[in-house]
């Protein structure tokens, strides 16, 4: 018996020395001093980019990076561009971003649904835009699984556009891995849509004093907030913004420009009877609050055969 625990102590100690000093599989992501930019640089290829954010990424200075012409975004390490040759923002005065982002922020300022609610120009398609607000309960997963079949008949991931908040993204996990595993499967092309992070609304307050017009709200810190989630996650941040309520007021808009993001409205809010026109932004919410919008919107998926679903910044790219 004494052998045996001589020998017994010994292998626990290695087993426990094994398995504590393995190496995580997977690297926690944490991102830290995040904050507003504006600046036009040059990426590695020499391709003219539009510097919106800078921080760090466990400690590494990364930059959020938006291309002028197909307003994708991307992000890089700080030391892999060349900032010493700095590039006029004036140079890229013309570039559909820009003009979008003037455009859109620009007066007169609507309380409601001010922003870009179509495409800029001529598109043989409409653009799918799904809100997830903060809820407590489950989210559509039947209706993004029809959204995500319909890349069987074009051979690519379908496009929609997520309009996401800091507050659902923490609290379903699940359900957002769900998402993201449809994505790596090619069945959807997400462009994610900051949606504010908590989503303020007070239920019977008027519209000049609710969602982010509410008393005590920091714009900027419901925007950054939402983003640096994303980041953690691995998820892409987009130059668009959806207001909560599609709520907005004139200060609202000018600090949404100043952060450099494209205020998206709605065209067609399901749920509200609106119907869909060519070019036209559709508005549902994916978070399980809003089940009249999500049978309408898979009765139109349904009934019009072949919708052509397009990817977000085609409303204002020519490019694409």
Not at 42 to 61: E, F, K, L, M, S
Not at 111 to 132: E, K, R, S, W, Y
């Amino acid at each position: 018996m004494a052998t045996f625990r001589f020998m017994f102590f010994p292998f626990c100690f290695l087993l426990t020395l094994l398995f504590t000093s393995a190496p995580s599989a997977v690297e926690t992501v944490t991102i830290t001093a995040l904050r507003s930019d504006f600046r036009a640089c040059r990426d590695t290829a020499g391709n003219v980019r539009i510097i919106i954010r800078q921080y760090r990424n466990n400690d590494v200075p990364f930059l959020l990076l938006v291309d002028p012409v197909t307003l994708e975004s991307s992000t890089v390490r700080a030391a892999d561009i060349d900032l010493t040759g700095n590039i006029s923002i004036e140079t890229v005065r013309n570039t559909p971003f820009i003009k979008a982002l003037d455009r859109y922020t620009a007066p007169p300022y609507k309380l409601q649904n001010h922003g870009a609610v179509h495409a800029g120009h001529p598109v043989d398609g409409i653009f799918l835009t799904v809100d997830m607000c903060p809820s407590r309960r489950p989210f559509e997963k039947g209706f993004f699984t029809a959204v995500a079949d319909l890349s069987r008949q074009s051979g690519r991931g379908t496009p929609v556009a997520i309009a996401i908040t800091g507050n659902w993204l923490e609290n379903h996990r699940d359900d957002l891995g769900w998402i993201v595993q449809q994505i790596k499967k090619g069945k959807l092309a997400v462009t994610w849509v900051n949606h504010s992070s908590t989503h303020p609304y007070v239920a019977g307050a008027p519209l000049e004093r609710n969602f982010l017009l509410s008393p005590g709200i920091d714009f900027e810190r419901e925007v950054l907030t939402t983003e640096r989630l994303l980041l953690e996650k691995g998820l892409l941040p987009s130059p668009f913004f959806r207001f909560p309520g599609l709520v907005a007021d004139e200060k609202l808009i000018r600090s949404l420009r100043e952060l450099a993001l494209i205020p998206i409205g709605s065209d067609a809010w399901l749920a509200k009877g609106e119907t869909p026109r060519k070019g036209g932004f559709i508005l549902v919410h994916g978070n399980g609050n809003e089940p009249q919008g999500i049978r309408k919107a898979l009765q139109f998926l349904q009934n019009r055969g072949e919708v052509k679903l397009l990817p977000l910044n085609e409303a204002f790219s020519l490019n694409n």
